[in-house]
């Protein structure tokens, strides 16, 4: 009788701090998400458009209650997929999450977009052209036709530029970025 008596008794006391437990909870826009990369990106090959797949690196929480764990699937978008053309341009990536895996369901979320620029080919084709000129007029006017010979070093300085493309943006699979809501979100409580 005394063990039913306990028995009943951690019973009722489960029940209710069950029913206690929220079943939604709202998270505040800003809250950070810290995502570990699964898919890698690169901009010579990713198109806008496309889709990518990710985890959480940190319990998603809010007052104290966790809504999804370490390892939980988010999913997302890329925005813009740009790559260096020859002779100007930068490459340019923006990305953002579209929904985060809770209890088997995929739940919408809004986030801010992550973004990251290459640098510029436009500054180094410049510099690639009067470094030409420079030499030709150099070696131009050791041979007697300064002016000759600048033309000929741009238009070297210059076929050079134009086999270079600008770097592209690769994110490789396991790279942690950062997100944040943009707007308060529900989402469920992961069981």
Do not use: C, W, Y
């Amino acid at each position: 009788m005394k063990k039913f008596v306990m028995f009943a008794v951690m019973l009722i006391v489960a029940l209710g701090a069950a029913a206690q437990a929220p079943k939604q909870v709202v998270l505040p826009a800003g809250s950070p998400i810290l995502i570990r990369m699964i898919d890698s990106l690169d901009t010579s090959k990713t198109n806008t458009g496309q889709l990518f797949t990710g985890t959480l690196e940190t319990d998603l929480a809010a007052g104290g209650i966790v809504v999804a764990r370490r390892g939980t699937t988010v999913h997302g978008k890329v925005t813009k997929s740009s790559n260096a053309r020859r002779l100007t341009g930068k490459s340019e990536l923006q990305l953002e999450l579209k929904d985060i895996v809770i209890n088997g369901i995929a739940h919408p979320i809004a986030t801010s977009g992550f973004q990251s620029k290459g640098k510029s080919e436009g500054a180094q084709t410049l510099k690639k052209t009067a470094g030409g000129a420079g030499l030709g007029a150099i070696i131009g006017g050791i041979s007697g036709d300064a002016g000759k010979g600048a033309a000929i070093g741009a238009t070297a300085g210059l076929g050079l530029a134009m086999t270079k493309k600008g770097e592209p943006i690769r994110v490789p699979s396991e790279s942690l970025l950062e997100f944040s809501l943009k707007v308060a979100t529900t989402l469920p409580v992961a069981r």
